[in-house]
Each structure stands twice: as C-alpha cells, then as structure tokens.
C-alpha cells in the first residue's frame, strides 16, 4: 500500500514536471483535452488520473467498470486514492516552480526527468501489486485479456488514445512522442528489475 502511494506520487511529480516544461503532453492527455473541446468538461489539474468534477472522473470511473468485470481483484483502495496523491504530486512542482521553464535546454532537461520519474512511478504502483491507478489498472485488464506484453498494450492503447485525441483537437508536441517511445518500455524493465531484487 506504502510503496504504491509513493509510487502515484511520483509518478504526479513526473507529470508535473513533463507538463511545466510544455513540450506536449501524454497521450491520454492529449484525448481528455481533444474531447473537452467537444463537450461541457473541464480538465481540471493536468493529470491523467481522475479529478473530482473534471473529465477525468468520468474517464476513471469507465475504466474502473471495465476493470471490475475483467478481474475485480485489481480494484482496491488504491484505484480511488490514487488521483489524490498524483495531484500533490503535480502541485509540488506547481509551487517549486511557479513560473514556466524558459531556455534552449532547461525545458528538455525538465521532460525528461519527468518522463524518468513518470515511468517509475509507474513502476512502483506495478510492483507494489496493491491495486493500481485506474489508468494502469485499465491496461493491465487489457493485459489479462490478450496475453500481450504490458509495453505492447500500452503503446497500443496510446497510439489509439493519441489519434483520437489529435484528430479532436488536442495538443501534440515531442514530450507526447517521448512518453509515447518511452514509458512502457521503461516501466516494464523497471519493474523486473525490483522482481529480481526483492522478491527473488
């Protein structure tokens, strides 16, 4: 429970730092944005998890659903806490840095240590095997399904994500195309990597 609560953290300050330095948002971003352009919602904080009166909500609590009729064990305590403590996250760097990141390099430098942070984060709320975020719960469910690779869902589903959310409107930028190529890779070695150190 611990680890998986230290894991939405980080993974809030990973979002908060890849969304100061405003080089284009996740994919699953980039769709809540394309569809609130469409409808009445507000995004809310700019995070992928859910958001009380926000889109997001709505998004998280479909996923929920999806993930209850796959395998309801996933479904803990977690999956409701998890928004919370991905907000204190993002509104950590939101008061460490109040200002937007300028420069040729800083930016850059900002994305991607936000997209280190993010992809372990990830990690942790996966290995802690405690519940998980709506969103990870989400691929995993799709995971248990196909049988494919949790990097292989993942870049499925945010190609998809991606595509939707383009053609409705969203914000794309290389931050999206790196957190595209990078997180489900990323976290999948990661969380092997704590397997065969802790639990072996």
């Not at 919602?41 to 609590?61: E, R």
């Not at 991606?162 to 409107?169: C, E, H, I, N, S």
């Not at 969203?170 to 999206?176: D, E």
């Amino acid at each position: 429970m611990m680890i998986a609560a230290i894991g939405c953290l980080v993974l809030g300050i990973g979002i908060g730092l890849c969304d100061h330095a405003q080089l284009g948002t996740d994919p699953f971003t980039v769709l809540l944005v394309g569809i609130q352009r469409h409808i009445r919602f507000t995004i809310g904080t700019k995070t992928v998890s859910a958001t009380i009166g926000s889109l997001n909500l709505v998004v998280a609590l479909l996923m929920i659903l999806f993930d209850f009729l796959v395998d309801r064990k996933m479904i803990s305590i977690v999956s409701f806490l998890a928004p919370f403590f991905t907000s204190v996250g993002i509104d950590l760097i939101g008061l460490l840095f109040p200002s937007p990141v300028h420069g040729q390099i800083t930016p850059f430098i900002f994305l991607l240590i936000g997209e280190l942070l993010y992809a372990t984060g990830t990690s942790l709320c996966i290995f802690a095997n405690a519940g998980y975020d709506p969103y990870n719960s989400f691929l995993i469910g799709i995971q248990k399904l196909t049988g494919w690779k949790y990097k292989t869902v993942r870049w499925t589903v945010e190609i998809v994500f991606l595509l939707v959310g383009y053609l409705l409107g969203g914000t794309v930028g290389i931050g999206t195309a790196i957190a595209l190529l990078l997180t489900a890779p990323l976290a999948e070695r990661m969380v092997s990597f704590l397997k065969q150190k802790w639990l072996l």
